[in-house]
């Protein structure tokens, strides 16, 4: 892998975590669970189910991505994806 690969690489991810922002919530904001839970955990990735722990556990936006292995880019997708399914509350 070159430089000038890992540097188009972080200039995509970057493009598209800025397209994503609008939909998520500012980063001091906490998450919360949608309580009762719903939806059937099992419709989880793993990367999801990390995230719903880490909510679980409690977490602004920031503590998510700043904890989270993943990139911003793949962590925003996760919270996301939370959102969506009906684990987290939207913003």
Do not use: C, W
Not at 1 to 25: A, I
Request: aromatic content about 6%; proline content about 9%; charged content about 25%.
């Amino acid at each position: 892998v070159t430089v000038q690969e890992v540097l188009m690489e972080g200039f995509r991810q970057r493009d598209e975590y800025e397209h994503m922002k609008v939909r998520l919530p500012p980063p001091e904001t906490p998450l919360e669970l949608i309580v009762p839970v719903i939806a059937q955990l099992r419709v989880l990735s793993p990367a999801e189910l990390d995230g719903f722990q880490t909510v679980l556990n409690g977490a602004t936006y920031r503590s998510f991505l700043d904890g989270s292995p993943q990139s911003d880019l793949e962590a925003a997708t996760t919270v996301l994806a939370l959102i969506e399914k009906g684990f987290v509350r939207k913003p």
